[in-house]
């Protein structure tokens, strides 16, 4: 993913989550988050959407828990692949 837009995209979800807690009253405070918002929003906009590609990775297992090409240990393998997606 791209790292301009994850950063853009993670700064929008954090404005709007402060903008909810701020008191309608506290105009100026409102005024600052949402002109900051308004401004990652463009940001966003500029980095383009359609320019955005996942992250990939490719597991390679080789050793005891694995037989050949064939399989692996079942234990082994949810163990493996659930601290790789913690990761």
Known sequence: MNNDYASYASEIAEL???????PPENVLERKSLESRLQTVCSGLEKC??????????????RGRPVVESRG???DFASKAIGRFSEA
Do not use: S
Not at 16 to 22: M, P, Q, R, S, W
Not at 48 to 61: I, Q, S, W, Y
């Open 48 to 61: 383009g959407a359609g320019d955005v590609r996942p992250a990939r990775a490719k597991l390679t297992f």
């Open 72 to 74: 692996m240990f079942a």
């Open 16 to 22: 709007e989550a402060l903008l909810t807690l701020v």
